[in-house]
C-alpha cells in the first residue's frame, strides 16, 4: 500500500468515527429534547388544567353576578316606583288638606263678619234699649 492510500483510509476511518461520534451526540440531543418537552408538557398540563378550571369558575361567577344586578336592579325599579307613588300620594292628601284649611279659613272669615255684625246689633239694641229706659 501506498502511503497515499493509508493516510486515504486513515481519513476515512477518522471520519467515519466522527460522523458515528456526532451521530450519537444528535441521537442524544433528539432523545433529551424529547424528555425535555414531556417534562415540560408534564409540568404544564396540570397549570393549563387549573387555568381552565379558573375559567370555568369565573364565567360562573360572572353569570351569578350579572344574575343577582338584574335582580338588583328589578328591586331598585319597584323600590324606586313605590317611593314615587308614595310621595305623589302624600303631595296629592297635602295639597286636599290645604284646600280644606283654605275653605274652612275663608267660611270662618264670614263667621267673623257675621259674629262682628251681630255683635254690633245686639250691642245697638242693648244700647237703645237701655238708653230708653233711662
Known amino acids: 500500500m501506498r502511503k497515499t492510500e493509508i493516510l486515504r483510509q486513515s481519513a476515512d476511518s477518522l471520519n467515519e468515527t466522527r460522523?458515528?461520534?456526532?451521530a450519537g451526540q444528535m441521537e442524544?440531543?433528539?432523545?433529551?429534547?424529547?424528555?425535555?418537552?414531556?417534562?415540560?408538557?408534564?409540568?404544564l398540563e396540570p397549570l393549563a388544567q387549573a387555568m381552565a378550571a379558573l375559567t370555568d369558575e369565573t364565567r360562573q361567577t360572572l353569570t351569578e353576578i350579572d344574575s343577582k344586578s338584574r335582580e338588583q336592579i328589578e328591586t331598585f325599579k319597584q323600590q324606586i316606583g313605590?317611593?314615587?307613588r308614595a310621595w305623589n300620594n302624600a303631595a296629592a292628601e297635602a295639597k286636599r288638606a290645604a284646600d280644606s284649611l283654605n275653605q274652612a279659613g275663608q267660611r270662618m272669615?264670614?263667621?267673623?263678619y257675621a259674629l262682628a255684625a251681630?255683635?254690633?246689633a245686639v250691642t245697638a239694641v242693648l244700647i237703645h234699649i237701655l238708653g230708653v229706659k233711662k
Request: charged fraction near 20%; proline fraction near 0%; charge should be neutral.
Open 19 to 22: 460522523l458515528e461520534r456526532l
Open 109 to 112: 272669615e264670614w263667621r267673623h
Open 82 to 84: 313605590n317611593s314615587a
Open 28 to 43: 442524544t440531543l433528539r432523545q433529551t429534547e424529547h424528555q425535555n418537552a414531556q417534562a415540560l408538557a408534564a409540568t
Open 118 to 120: 251681630l255683635t254690633g
